[in-house]
Antibody
């Protein structure tokens, strides 16, 4: 069965950095695009970033562009999110999510068929 | 303010039918992009409920159905059950935003 397990969350000061990881199993990781989606406390869902199955293309929400970097290591079945210059408004539970489509995935047809349990990032002094 | 507009809350008694609307515009739903729906039970990660406007993933009961017309989409739940009490989110793509992937603000379903 598909499993996505996030790690790396914690408390960080404004301006600090954090790297999240998402370990994937139960499917051919190298054949699927992957996303990060976040949810601020008591708020709705916000898409953060997407990376194609082979890492060839990456897309970001305006709110994180230039500060966050999505990457993947297909040899380790792991997705990453490097977060720099963190702000209080980045406080959220961060979920990694699998794209429903395989190598043909495009942003305009994206949906998320499996989600991890989430990892909490708190940006506070 | 979300690009896709959902009612903050809906409610219904067990066994009843409820619908949750998702209203967009000509740059997202109205442009023909698919709508997808997610269920988020309290304290858990979201779960895909409907994809491609009206398709149910394996394991999702046929009590849940989705439809799309014009610039709006709807999620219908029939035979309401206590375990359906959750937050529901619609999601689509918007061609006018660099963020592209957009969610509705979410709807809290209360089973009376």
């Amino acid at each position: 069965q598909v499993q996505l397990v996030e790690s790396g969350g914690g408390v960080v000061q404004p301006g600090g950095s954090l790297r999240l990881s998402c370990a994937a199993s139960g499917f051919t990781f190298s054949s699927y695009g992957m996303h990060w989606v976040r949810q601020a406390p008591g708020k709705g869902l916000e898409w953060v970033a997407f990376i194609r199955y082979d890492g060839s293309n990456k897309y970001y929400a305006d709110s994180v562009k230039g500060r966050f970097t999505i990457s993947r290591d297909n040899s380790k079945n792991t997705l990453y999110l490097q977060m720099n210059s963190l702000r209080a408004e980045d406080t959220a539970v961060y979920y990694c999510a699998k794209d429903i489509s395989g190598v043909a995935a495009t942003m305009d047809s994206t949906s998320f068929d499996y989600w991890g349990q989430g990892t909490l990032v708190t940006v506070s002094s | 303010q979300s690009v896709l507009t959902q009612p903050p809350s809906v409610s219904g008694a067990p066994g009843q039918r409820v619908t949750i609307s998702c209203t967009g515009s000509s740059s997202n739903i109205g442009a023909g992009y698919d709508v997808h729906w997610y269920q988020q039970l309290p304290g858990t990660a979201p779960k895909l409920l409907i994809y491609g406007n009206s398709n149910r993933p394996s394991g999702v009961p046929d009590r849940f159905s989705g439809s799309k017309s014009g610039t709006s989409a709807s999620l219908a739940i029939t035979g309401l059950q206590a375990e359906d009490e959750a937050d529901y989110y619609c999601q689509s793509y918007d061609s006018s935003l660099s963020a592209h992937v957009v969610f509705g603000g979410g709807t809290k379903l209360t089973v009376l």
